[in-house]
Nanobody, 127 residues
Framework: QVQLVESGGGLVQAGGSLRLSCGIS????????MGWFRRAPGKEREFVAA????????DYVDSVKGRFTISRDNAKNTVYLQMDNLKPEDTAVYYC????????????????????WGQGTQVTVSS
Protein backbone atom coordinates (compact mmCIF):
# COMPACT_ATOMS: atom_id res chain seq x y z
CA GLN A 1 0.00 0.00 0.00
CA VAL A 2 1.34 3.38 -1.01
CA GLN A 3 1.82 5.81 1.87
CA LEU A 4 2.91 9.43 1.76
CA VAL A 5 4.21 11.24 4.82
CA GLU A 6 4.85 14.99 4.88
CA SER A 7 7.13 16.84 7.27
CA GLY A 8 8.68 20.26 7.68
CA GLY A 9 5.70 22.45 8.44
CA GLY A 10 5.65 24.98 11.24
CA LEU A 11 5.29 28.60 12.26
CA VAL A 12 7.38 31.24 10.52
CA GLN A 13 7.33 35.01 10.21
CA ALA A 14 6.49 36.70 6.94
CA GLY A 15 9.53 36.75 4.69
CA GLY A 16 10.89 33.56 6.18
CA SER A 17 11.46 30.14 4.65
CA LEU A 18 10.42 26.56 5.19
CA ARG A 19 11.18 23.34 3.36
CA LEU A 20 8.53 20.65 3.22
CA SER A 21 9.44 17.03 2.55
CA CYS A 22 7.28 14.13 1.49
CA GLY A 23 8.44 10.55 1.58
CA ILE A 24 6.75 7.66 -0.15
CA SER A 25 6.71 4.02 0.89
CA UNK A 26 5.14 0.89 -0.48
CA UNK A 27 5.93 1.52 -4.12
CA UNK A 28 8.57 2.72 -6.56
CA UNK A 29 8.84 6.47 -6.14
CA UNK A 30 10.24 7.14 -9.60
CA UNK A 31 7.06 5.87 -11.27
CA UNK A 32 5.01 8.73 -9.77
CA UNK A 33 4.49 12.30 -10.80
CA MET A 34 4.21 14.33 -7.61
CA GLY A 35 2.34 17.41 -6.53
CA TRP A 36 1.84 19.74 -3.61
CA PHE A 37 -1.56 21.17 -2.74
CA ARG A 38 -2.79 23.32 0.12
CA ARG A 39 -6.02 24.13 1.89
CA ALA A 40 -6.43 27.38 3.71
CA PRO A 41 -9.17 27.80 6.34
CA GLY A 42 -12.55 28.12 4.67
CA LYS A 43 -11.17 27.45 1.20
CA GLU A 44 -10.96 24.58 -1.23
CA ARG A 45 -7.80 22.55 -1.62
CA GLU A 46 -5.74 24.20 -4.35
CA PHE A 47 -2.82 23.24 -6.53
CA VAL A 48 0.56 24.67 -5.52
CA ALA A 49 3.29 22.89 -7.47
CA ALA A 50 3.92 19.73 -9.46
CA UNK A 51 6.91 17.84 -10.78
CA UNK A 52 7.34 15.11 -13.34
CA UNK A 53 8.78 11.66 -12.71
CA UNK A 54 12.19 12.70 -13.97
CA UNK A 55 12.15 16.07 -12.24
CA UNK A 56 12.72 17.76 -15.56
CA UNK A 57 9.30 19.42 -15.74
CA UNK A 58 7.64 21.53 -13.09
CA ASP A 59 4.61 23.80 -12.78
CA TYR A 60 3.40 26.28 -10.17
CA VAL A 61 0.33 28.26 -9.31
CA ASP A 62 0.94 31.90 -10.19
CA SER A 63 0.81 33.08 -6.58
CA VAL A 64 3.95 31.12 -5.64
CA LYS A 65 6.05 31.49 -8.78
CA GLY A 66 9.46 32.89 -7.94
CA ARG A 67 9.06 32.02 -4.25
CA PHE A 68 8.49 28.25 -4.11
CA THR A 69 10.60 25.51 -5.69
CA ILE A 70 9.55 21.89 -6.07
CA SER A 71 12.23 19.23 -6.45
CA ARG A 72 12.67 15.52 -6.00
CA ASP A 73 15.36 13.01 -5.15
CA ASN A 74 14.40 9.65 -6.60
CA ALA A 75 17.25 7.93 -4.77
CA LYS A 76 15.76 9.09 -1.46
CA ASN A 77 12.10 8.57 -2.45
CA THR A 78 11.39 12.14 -1.46
CA VAL A 79 9.83 15.25 -2.96
CA TYR A 80 10.51 18.69 -1.53
CA LEU A 81 8.84 22.07 -1.55
CA GLN A 82 11.20 24.91 -0.73
CA MET A 83 9.16 27.94 0.29
CA ASP A 84 10.89 31.31 0.46
CA ASN A 85 9.60 34.81 1.11
CA LEU A 86 6.55 33.36 2.79
CA LYS A 87 3.44 35.49 3.13
CA PRO A 88 0.54 35.27 5.58
CA GLU A 89 -1.71 34.17 2.71
CA ASP A 90 0.47 31.04 2.35
CA THR A 91 -0.93 29.81 5.68
CA ALA A 92 -2.59 26.45 5.02
CA VAL A 93 -2.35 22.73 5.47
CA TYR A 94 -0.02 21.45 2.77
CA TYR A 95 -0.51 18.04 1.20
CA CYS A 96 1.69 16.04 -1.11
CA UNK A 97 0.13 13.78 -3.69
CA UNK A 98 1.25 11.09 -6.11
CA UNK A 99 -0.05 9.69 -9.38
CA UNK A 100 1.45 6.80 -11.35
CA UNK A 101 2.12 7.87 -14.93
CA UNK A 102 3.92 6.37 -17.90
CA UNK A 103 5.48 9.59 -19.15
CA UNK A 104 8.65 10.78 -17.43
CA UNK A 105 7.85 14.41 -18.35
CA UNK A 106 4.15 14.68 -17.50
CA UNK A 107 3.20 17.29 -14.93
CA UNK A 108 -0.26 17.01 -13.39
CA UNK A 109 -1.91 20.03 -11.82
CA UNK A 110 -5.45 18.70 -11.46
CA UNK A 111 -6.37 17.55 -7.99
CA UNK A 112 -8.67 14.75 -9.17
CA UNK A 113 -5.86 13.13 -11.16
CA UNK A 114 -3.90 12.19 -8.05
CA UNK A 115 -4.37 8.75 -6.52
CA UNK A 116 -2.49 9.01 -3.23
CA TRP A 117 -2.36 11.74 -0.60
CA GLY A 118 -0.42 12.46 2.54
CA GLN A 119 -2.01 13.47 5.82
CA GLY A 120 -0.95 17.10 5.52
CA THR A 121 1.38 19.40 7.40
CA GLN A 122 0.45 22.80 8.81
CA VAL A 123 2.25 25.92 7.64
CA THR A 124 1.49 29.13 9.50
CA VAL A 125 2.97 32.46 8.43
CA SER A 126 2.63 35.33 10.88
CA SER A 127 2.63 38.96 9.79
Amino acid sequence: QVQLVESGGGLVQAGGSLRLSCGISGSTFSTYAMGWFRRAPGKEREFVAAISRSGGSTDYVDSVKGRFTISRDNAKNTVYLQMDNLKPEDTAVYYCAAVAVASTQLVTTRRNRYDYWGQGTQVTVSS
